[in-house]
């Protein structure tokens, strides 16, 4: 798994909208983040091979905020559970 400190902003950025946000596509980071649709999907694929992410599995998302399930149209993405560990020591220390 890439460092932390090794991501470009824009990588970052999409990892903390996954951990806040909770799992999603990327039509909708790409709204979100304000970002091209095909860079994107460049980062998550980047994140994906890196092991910083995962795809969700299924065809239905639970999303919190959400009052019924979500079917899944699109590739949803979310943080592995190594990248959470690394993520919740990061935040222990005060860098992100």
Not at 13 to 36: E, W
Not at 43 to 69: H, I, N
């Amino acid at each position: 798994m890439k460092d932390w400190h090794e991501l470009n902003q824009a990588s970052r950025a999409v990892i903390l909208d996954l951990r806040k946000n909770g799992p999603d596509c990327a039509k909708f980071l790409s709204r979100r983040l304000k970002t091209d649709l095909a860079t994107c999907m460049d980062l998550l694929a980047s994140l994906e091979t890196g092991g910083w992410l995962q795809r969700v599995k299924g065809t239905f998302l639970f999303k919190r905020g959400f009052r019924r399930p979500k079917h899944m149209n699109h590739t949803y993405y979310e943080i592995t559970k190594k990248g959470e560990r690394h993520l919740r020591f990061l935040a222990r220390r005060g860098l992100i």
